[in-house]
């Protein structure tokens, strides 16, 4: 009798026990970022290569709003380098080089926050705001030409998908792809002669390097 009691005890005991061990542990807390970003962007296009900089501020975990600026050489598609036989490097019918100054206002917007863990985390954005073009004579030194350097009034802005690498909460670093769109207000900027845009659009590759507090 004592035996049975003894058991009767012991058995429940077993499975509650079991049933402890069977448990799920509980869910790992998503990481917790500084609100705050400011980096350079290094920046690839069809234009060629640019510089900018921004500034970033996360409202919740998946929409952070920023503000960027960069500079960049916008080339129209009609461009073709040559190579003469002594090595010099010149664009057939070219009239102006130009340079793109946009300031641009955004809300990034982060994906697949539950499925990927905080080593990728991918986002698209979308900017928009004014943009100062800048048009320098191609048949002068480059540097020498800003003297006679002229100010076309834009706007424009861009798309993009791009992601922050790493579970590091001081430095920012990432990659994205953006397509910028910029309309030039009156007659249009002549970078071939007597070809005159108003509208056009460049692809970037941008890497940006920065600190977040």
Known sequence: MK???????????????????????????????????W??????????FGLGTFYRRSFSQNITGFIDFSISETKDEKEFEYVDYFGNVFTPFKENRAFLLPVNIGIQYRLFTEGLTENLRPYVSIGTGPTLVITTPYD????????????????????????????????????NVRYYYT??????????????????????????LGVMY
């Open 39 to 48: 980096g350079v962007d290094v920046m690839f296009g069809e234009g060629g």
């Open 183 to 208: 309309h030039v207000f009156g007659d249009g900027i002549e970078n071939i002669i007597n070809q005159f845009r108003k509208n056009f659009g460049h692809f970037y590759l941008t890497l940006y």
């Open 140 to 175: 002068e030194e480059f540097f020498s030409s800003f003297g006679r350097a002229r100010a076309h009034y834009a706007a424009g802005g861009y798309v993009g998908f791009g992601a922050n690498f790493g579970t590091s909460k001081s430095n920012l670093i990432g990659l």
């Open 3 to 37: 035996a049975l009691l003894i058991l009767a005890l012991i058995i429940p005991f077993g499975f509650t026990s079991a049933q402890k061990i069977g448990e799920l542990a509980p869910e790992k807390q998503p990481e917790i970022f500084p609100n705050n970003g």
